[in-house]
């Protein structure tokens, strides 16, 4: 597996790829990681980390193979470019050794899905890439400066990465039409959800809430995760201007977060606070009386907020400014976990943060439909089983392939064989 992201990292597409990856070496497969250095959402390397230019660690069974890249401070199309650049060259001088069954990538790095596409090329085994995001669409839509011109170099490259590849797989029905854009054939590409990847809360609300300092009878609205461009968090400041009596809280961390701080200077009812732990994250989800998900106007097609699978989990109601059209509300609609309102729009946000305030058992039994499509729909059982499926497939079609052509191997793995020692 190639992925820019990994553990320790905890939000984000890491847990995924960590969980994958663990999912198949458990199962009996020699199961390789190329991923860089741990800093995402703080975009700061890990302090355990700096330094280093290589590491090989075994985690879970896993051999994760770690190589050194820049890591900006803030983001601009030409410090993005260098990001993957520096990634691209590493990897590409320092593969991980031997030769795999298969080659899997997570993508939105654009130098993850390069390097794994050489890799599959150069061994001549399947390239399964799974689209998290769309970089060529992200580059246009967040607002990042320079993004026209990144999203037509970002789109080639993505191109590249999934023109060869035996299935691409996309987190979300919305991801099609921008992958068969980039010449997939429809034919080959495979929904597979992300999976909630976290624990249910298990600790008493108003406990929660008297630890954070929240005082019954003040609604709190709660965002968790990346703080980015493209998440257009401003309307959550303006929120917090426009209504005193509301407390906003920004958890997490992310390259526009001191923006954010400068922005909300002398506003006493919006708080920030850090990434919560692996052990409280959900707890303090659910001492929240509503989450929010802000994505700008402009995002459409690009992204699925993986915040959303850990939000259901929490029981709590979701208000989501974001596009109409676009994925994240088709995904809120879908759990009936939420309600939408106009992006970049922070009267209409407020009015449906009032609005469950002002009704608290119409909030809990909005928020109650989060767990059960969880339960339903995106439970890690189901959402590495799907992988399974995906990768099987992709090995069942290749294996076919090389038996029409007569060019098997003495010593190459069985087809489909995902236990018993393919390499991954």
Request: glycine residues 12%; proline residues 7%.
């Amino acid at each position: 597996m190639v992925s820019t992201n990994y553990a320790p990292e905890l939000t984000g597409i890491g847990p995924y790829a960590t969980q994958l990856a663990e999912h198949w070496a458990a199962s009996g497969a020699r199961t390789e990681v190329l991923t860089g250095m741990p800093h995402y959402p703080a975009w700061r390397v890990d302090e355990r980390y700096r330094g280093a230019w290589r590491r090989l660690e075994s985690r879970e069974g896993v051999r994760v193979h770690r190589r050194r890249h820049y890591v900006p401070s803030s983001q601009t199309a030409l410090r993005r470019a260098a990001f993957e650049a520096s990634v691209l060259v590493h990897g590409v001088l320092a593969p991980p050794p031997g030769r795999p069954d298969a080659v899997i990538s997570q993508m939105p790095s654009l130098a993850g899905g390069v390097i794994a596409a050489r890799l599959a090329r150069r061994h001549r085994v399947p390239h399964i890439p799974v689209v998290q995001d769309l970089m060529g669409a992200a580059a246009a839509q967040s607002g990042i400066r320079g993004g026209g011109r990144a999203a037509v170099v970002a789109s080639k490259a993505e191109r590249y990465a999934l023109r060869g590849a035996a299935l691409v797989g996309v987190i979300h029905e919305s991801f099609v039409e921008g992958v068969t854009a980039l010449g997939v054939d429809p034919g080959r590409i495979r929904v597979v959800p992300n999976w909630t990847h976290v624990r249910r809360p298990s600790v008493d609300r108003a406990a929660t809430r008297a630890r954070l300092g929240w005082p019954e009878g003040t609604p709190v609205l709660l965002h968790s995760g990346n703080m980015g461009l493209k998440q257009g968090l401003d309307v959550l400041v303006d929120l917090a201007r426009l209504a005193p009596d509301v407390r906003v809280v920004l958890m997490g961390d992310g390259n526009q977060r001191d923006g954010l701080r400068a922005l909300a200077a002398g506003l006493p009812n919006l708080d920030f606070l850090p990434p919560a732990g692996a052990d409280d994250f959900t707890d303090v989800l659910a001492a929240a009386d509503v989450l929010a998900v802000t994505q700008r106007a402009s995002v459409l097609d690009m992204s699925v907020p993986s915040k959303l699978t850990s939000y259901f989990v929490s029981g709590r109601p979701v208000v989501a400014s974001v596009a109409d059209e676009g994925g994240t509300a088709d995904e809120v609609r879908r759990s009936g976990a939420g309600v939408l309102v106009a992006p970049e729009d922070p009267a209409a946000l407020l009015a449906a943060v009032r609005g469950l305030a002002a009704d608290p058992a119409a909030a809990d039994a909005l928020g109650a439909h989060g767990p059960g499509y969880v339960a339903q729909h995106l439970s890690r059982e189901a959402g590495l089983a799907r992988f399974d499926a995906l990768l099987t497939e992709a090995l069942g079609d290749a294996s076919a392939g090389t038996a029409r052509s007569g060019t098997a191997r003495a010593g190459d793995a069985p087809a489909g064989d995902t236990q018993g020692g393919a390499r991954r």
